[in-house]
């Protein structure tokens, strides 16, 4: 299992409870990128540096679904920088895993509750190499119900996103 997800897991609850209006939990906005947004924010003397985009397009057969997005987080303080992690808006089918496609590239990533997470850095990184190289991504999962989704995402300003939560967090 993923050793920082338990460090991501505050922040990406606190994401779904108050859907995707991030900045009022966050200290400051640092700007919209195309369709990605990243913020900064301050936990005690350390610096927490998250992006985030919700899909463009999802699709299942579903009734009802939450808001579906992916973010990446850097925590310098913990050594933690990358970190992906996809938020469903319904719960994952336990032990199911779900895949990130971008371009020929494809990833599989652990679930928990409504999130999925990279097994490790070297995944995430990976991940975040081919998203700066994209130009959309696809997201596959299961939910609880076994409705299997897929959701669209646009790549545009993830690039100029990333480089500010770099910059941000000196990473």
Not at 130 to 147: D, E, N, P, Q, W
């Amino acid at each position: 299992m993923y050793k920082n997800y338990f460090l991501l897991a505050p922040l990406v609850i606190a994401s779904a409870v108050i859907g995707f209006s991030v900045p009022s939990i966050a200290e400051q906005p640092l700007g919209q990128f195309g369709v990605w947004e990243a913020f900064t924010e301050r936990e005690g003397k350390s610096r927490l540096c998250f992006m985030a985009s919700e899909a463009t397009k999802a699709r299942g057969n579903y009734k009802k679904r939450g808001k579906t997005y992916v973010m990446v987080t850097h925590r310098p303080t913990d050594k933690s920088t990358n970190v992906v992690s996809v938020e469903a808006g319904y719960g994952y089918k336990k032990d199911s895993e779900v895949q990130i496609i971008i371009g020929k590239k494809m990833f599989k990533l652990f679930t928990s509750g409504t999130t999925a997470f990279a097994y490790d850095s070297k995944a995430d990184s990976a991940i975040v190499k081919a998203m700066v190289r994209g130009v959309g991504m696809t997201v596959k999962g299961i939910s609880l119900r076994g409705t299997p989704t897929t959701d669209t995402y646009s790549l545009k300003g993830f690039t100029a996103s990333y480089k500010s939560i770099n910059a941000a967090c000196k990473v």
